[in-house]
Structures are given as structure tokens and as C-alpha cells.
């Protein structure tokens, strides 16, 4: 079940070391370098955290080995670290992710909930996680079910996965599971289905693909300075005002490593 974490943790050069950590009450900034990851804070009964020292100077990928961690905060910090490096500027372009040269972009372009309307129209589609605006962009053109940890009236609990998710032709899937570790049964509940990846802390990682994903679509920190400052509660606009949406699309969905 470990293999999809690893294989992101192993991406990351040895080279790299944490440059900035900022956990603020609901969100996670790390910068190494001119690369700023970001995630969301989520918090719960957990295990105790590591007596691991997380600071500046540390290698990045050891920093990012807390995303395997049990504490959900600890994992938060994890997640950001993954995505300070594959989430970059200069990584991202390598891997081919299309990102304007402008500071910033329209968001439409690659709001998933958007771009997929003609894909999914009389589709069979999961969405794990309630995200702003289903009602009125996918409701109206498929056949929607909503699956959510906390559940909100109309959706399904996490508990309904293994009913709905096997017969779905597309599944969306909130990127904070890979906090709390339930991405690897969703996707082995999804084998036949184009698969989606959400959210601004979505990592951008290739290793990705091999577990049946189809796109990822996440967010590139152009502005850290205002990262910084709304991750750290001095800014109380949306993550989303510090960068651009873009989507990581692959070109085959390959299935040898499921998990």
C-alpha cells in the first residue's frame, strides 16, 4: 500500500533541502529553492507526532517522508514537501505541465469541474470530497454521486465507496487523501474509470500514472510571498489568488502498479 508514497518520495532528488516551513492553523507552505508547496492542515484525533526534527536545512525528501505519517498535521507537512518540489516552476515545466508566462491565469481554463463538463455528460460520476459548486456543474449533466468523509445532505459516507465507485466511468478525488491515506483504496475501486485528482495541494508527481491515474489537477505557487503570507493567516484570501490551476494530463492510464 506504501508503493504510491514511496515512489513520489524517491522522485525527490537528495540534493534538495528545506529552505522554509510554515504551518499555520489551516494550511502548510515549504519552499526549497524558488519551489513552494502548500497543503491543507487536517487535523482530528491521530497518533502522537514524531519526535523527528522538521526544520529548515533538512533534505527535502526526508521532510517529505512525513506524508507515510499516521498524525494527520505531520502528514500535512509531508504533502507540502512532495509538492515543493514536484510542484514547481521549473519541475513542472520539465514534465511538460503547460504554465502561461504570465503571474497568473483565469481560472476556468483548468477548473476540472469545469473542463470535464462535455466528458462526463450521462456519465457515471463519483466525486470523493464536496467541492464548491457541484450542484450546478455537474449535477445538471450527469449522473453524480457525492462521497464525503463528512457527509453534507444528499451525499454518501466514505463507507458507500465500494458500492458506487466500481460501476463509474469518471471519479474525482479530493487530494487531501493522501493525508489520510484512503487515495490507494480509492483507486483500486476505480480500476475502470477515468480517474481525477483535485485541489490546489494535488502533487504533480509522473510516478502518478503508473496507479491508474488519468489527470492531475493541482495548483503552481507563482506569488510566494502571498502564499506565504495566506498560509500563515496574514492574508485571508484563497491559495488559489498566489498561482495558477493547471493540469497534469496523462496519456495512457496504465495499471501495472495499482495498488
Not at 72 to 92: C, L, T
Not at 169 to 179: A, E, K, L, P, Q
Not at 194 to 213: C, D, H, K, M, W
Request: aromatic share 10%; proline share 5%.
Amino acid at each position: 500500500m506504501w508503493q504510491l508514497y514511496n515512489m513520489m518520495i524517491q522522485g525527490i532528488p537528495e540534493e534538495f533541502i528545506v529552505d522554509e516551513l510554515i504551518c499555520g492553523f489551516s494550511k502548510v507552505l515549504v519552499r526549497s529553492g524558488d519551489g513552494y508547496g502548500i497543503s491543507l492542515v487536517m487535523t482530528g484525533d491521530t497518533r502522537p507526532v514524531s519526535m523527528v526534527s522538521k526544520t529548515p536545512g533538512m533534505k527535502l525528501r526526508d521532510l517529505a517522508c512525513c506524508i507515510k505519517s499516521w498524525n494527520m498535521i505531520e502528514a500535512s507537512i509531508g504533502q507540502a514537501a512532495v509538492n515543493a518540489y514536484y510542484n514547481s516552476v521549473s519541475v513542472a515545466r520539465k514534465n511538460g505541465i503547460r504554465i502561461s508566462e504570465s503571474r497568473f491565469t483565469e481560472d476556468r481554463i483548468y477548473d476540472p469541474f469545469i473542463s470535464y463538463q462535455n466528458a462526463v455528460r450521462n456519465k457515471k460520476t463519483a466525486v470523493v470530497g464536496h467541492f464548491n459548486y457541484l450542484e450546478k456543474l455537474l449535477q445538471p449533466v450527469c449522473e453524480l454521486s457525492v462521497l464525503e468523509q463528512n457527509p453534507q445532505e444528499g451525499d454518501y459516507p466514505y463507507s458507500a465507496a465500494e458500492y458506487i465507485l466500481p460501476d463509474c466511468d469518471y471519479v474525482f478525488i479530493t487530494c487531501n487523501t493522501f493525508i489520510d491515506k484512503s487515495l490507494p483504496r480509492f483507486l483500486k475501486l476505480a480500476p475502470q474509470a477515468q480517474v481525477i485528482i483535485v485541489g490546489p495541494s494535488t502533487p504533480l508527481a509522473p510516478a502518478l500514472e503508473q496507479f491508474g491515474v488519468k489527470d492531475l489537477s493541482g495548483l503552481i505557487i507563482k506569488d510566494g510571498d502571498k502564499a506565504r503570507r495566506i498560509c500563515s493567516g496574514q492574508d485571508d484570501h484563497r491559495i488559489y489568488s498566489a498561482g495558477q490551476k493547471v493540469s497534469f494530463q496523462f496519456s495512457s492510464a496504465c495499471s501495472l502498479a495499482r495498488p
